[in-house]
């Protein structure tokens, strides 16, 4: 036990005296819930879900911005002088939108999948998190998004992505704002 009233007690699960009241059945029934929720634990630390998470959430975001900036679109359907009856307009409408829909997402999701899965593997090879993940996975993801223009953009590209990810990743590192409104 601590002599500082202040700090909690940290026992082995063995020695915790809740658990040495409980049955054997709930004492086993501890032990395995205690070993799946490791399992489930280390599941959700892998590059494998970080990755598919990555692109889910871009796949999403890409779709949100979508749906958003297609409110904002010069070519309007139902001013179109054709012969299609009012609901026909509008189906067709919502099939572009979702047409573009999942053309944004699918791009969205291949970016942040892609950098994802990048960083996760070069902070697992480097052992450590800090700034010169997100720096090195942005030049490599931006490298690889731009590699069909050639290898001049492929460079481009890379420090343009490594220079974003370095600054958003300063960003989300530094303190925040001590104010007291």
């Known amino acids: 036990m601590s002599q500082n009233p202040l700090l909690a007690p940290i026992y ?3 020695q915790h005296p809740e658990f040495t009241r409980m049955d054997p059945v709930d004492q086993s029934n501890m032990h395995a819930m205690l070993k799946y929720q490791k399992y489930i634990q ?18 999403g975001l890409g ?4 749906l958003v900036s297609s409110s904002f679109a010069f070519d309007d359907p139902f001013s179109r ?8 307009k509008a189906k067709e409408l919502f099939k572009d939108m979702g047409k573009s829909m999942y053309r944004q997402g699918k791009g969205f999701g291949a970016v942040g999948g892609l950098f994802a ?41 890379g420090f343009a992505f490594a220079a974003f990810s370095t600054a958003i990743d300063t960003y989300m590192r530094s303190a925040p704002a001590d104010n007291d409104y």
Do not use: H, W
């Open 12 to 14: 082995p699960l063995d």
């Open 42 to 59: 280390q599941g959700m630390e892998s590059c494998a879900f970080k990755t598919v998470l990555s692109a889910g959430a871009g796949f």
């Open 63 to 66: 779709a949100f911005f979508s």
């Open 81 to 88: 002088t054709s012969e299609l009856s009012r609901q026909q």
């Open 117 to 157: 899965g990048i960083e996760c593997c070069i902070e697992g090879y480097r052992g450590t998190n800090d700034l010169y993940n997100s720096a090195s996975a942005g030049f490599l993801s931006g490298a690889i998004l731009s590699r069909n223009a050639g290898v001049k953009a492929a460079f481009g590209g």
